[in-house]
């Protein structure tokens, strides 16, 4: 089993950079593909970025390619992403997540989000 804990969110103007930060502990980080995903207020939760398990395939919803970065630390068990040119439809709260099968698998484990507001 594996624990997510997200870090990094909270308040920024349009145009502005946040970076999440999502850690991870138990079974072998390294062995899982990582996910992004976020939740706006009244909408269903959406895919943002994920990333295989060694870093080489990296993957990004249409509306934030371009802009956020997804990365992964195996060393550190951690999972970022990186978000420029933020825009107020990118406010909600995001998710990590963790696939013992592969990116386009389904996510078994769950942080418990970090709420990112963008503010026009």
């Known amino acids: 089993q594996v624990q997510l804990v997200e870090s990094g969110g909270g308040l920024v103007q349009a145009g502005g950079s946040l970076r999440l930060s999502c850690a991870a502990s138990g079974r072998a980080f390294r062995n899982y593909a990582m996910g992004w995903f976020r939740q706006a207020p009244g909408k269903e939760r959406e895919f943002v970025a994920a990333?295989?398990?060694?870093?080489?395939?990296?993957y990004y919803a249409d509306s934030v390619k371009g802009r956020f970065t997804i990365s992964r630390d195996n060393a550190k068990n951690t999972v970022y992403l990186q978000m420029n040119s933020l825009k107020p439809e990118d406010t909600a709260v995001y998710y990590c997540a963790a696939s013992p099968m592969g990116v386009g698998a389904r996510y078994d484990y769950w942080g418990q989000g970090t709420q990112v507001t963008v503010s026009s």
């Open positions: 990333i295989s398990w060694s870093g080489g395939g990296r």
